[in-house]
């Protein structure tokens, strides 16, 4: 199963967007939309044992640049974001992609639990 989406297609791609440059982690989850010079990003990821999430968003004016500011998380949380939102991802804008970015992440949700 690919962890990339949209945009992002690598970490490569991930530090250009996000105009950093740091190693890349174990990453679980990277998504990365864009429509009518908006856009929405969503990372999860792995690092020396510890889970983390970056959000990242835009409008025409700029792009996800010095928003990498990634927080420490964890199984639970990432769970809640997921099924909380009952598939209405403020991210997603179009439903096939609302519906693979949903099965997505119940994936390293289903993934993180195994490992706890």
């Known amino acids: 199963m690919s962890v990339y989406f949209d945009i992002f297609s690598n970490w490569k791609e991930v530090q250009e967007h996000f105009d950093m440059r740091e190693p890349e982690p174990e990453v679980l989850f990277a998504?990365?939309?864009?429509?009518?010079?908006?856009?929405?990003?969503l990372v999860i990821f792995r690092r020396d044992g510890q889970l983390f999430t970056v959000h990242g968003s835009h409008c025409s004016c700029h792009g996800l640049e010095e928003q990498w500011v990634?927080?420490?998380s964890s199984p639970e949380v990432v769970r809640c974001m997921v099924e909380s939102s009952n598939g209405d991802w403020a991210w997603a804008w179009e439903d096939d992609l609302r519906v693979r970015h949903e099965d997505a992440l119940l994936k390293v949700c289903d993934l993180l639990d195994s490992k706890s």
């Open 31 to 41: 998504a990365y939309e864009y429509e009518n010079y908006s856009g929405e990003a």
């Open 70 to 72: 990634p927080e420490e």
